[in-house]
């Protein structure tokens, strides 16, 4: 079975830093491109920034200079370094595959919340 877990929200002030991980487990890490979305209060859930199994990366242009997407291939896990964080990055935080299509839809975790707020 197919499991993330995602970890490292919290609450921030404008400008400041966070580092979200995700653990993956169930499937074999190194063989998919992997992604991290994003579902802020009362929207739906976008993607953020992707990193295929080949390393190449992609963000969201509302991120783009601030996150940093990679991946531990010999730890199974996923991480997002956020930086300069604004208000309009508060939202609970997902990784998956991507596309997270078919039957990848019921593997989503809990997410982590990040809140940037003075």
């Known amino acids: 079975q197919v499991q993330f877990v995602e970890s490292g929200g919290g609450q921030v002030q404008p400008g400041g830093s966070l580092r979200l991980s995700c653990a993956a487990s169930?499937?074999?890490?190194?063989?998919?491109?992997m992604a991290w979305y994003r579902q802020p209060p009362g929207k739906e859930r976008d993607w953020v920034a992707q990193?295929?199994?080949?390393?190449?990366?992609q963000y969201v242009d509302s991120v783009k200079g601030r996150f940093t997407i990679s991946r531990d291939n010999t730890k199974n896990t996923l991480y997002l370094q956020m930086n300069t964080l604004k208000p309009e990055d508060t939202a609970v935080y997902y990784c998956?595959?991507?596309?997270?299509?078919?039957?990848?839809?019921?593997?989503w975790g809990q997410g982590t919340q990040v809140t940037v707020s003075s």
């Open positions: 990193v295929t199994s080949a390393g190449a990366i």
């Open positions: 169930g499937m074999i890490f190194s063989a998919y491109d």
């Open positions: 998956n595959r991507i596309p997270a299509i078919g039957g990848w839809s019921n593997y």
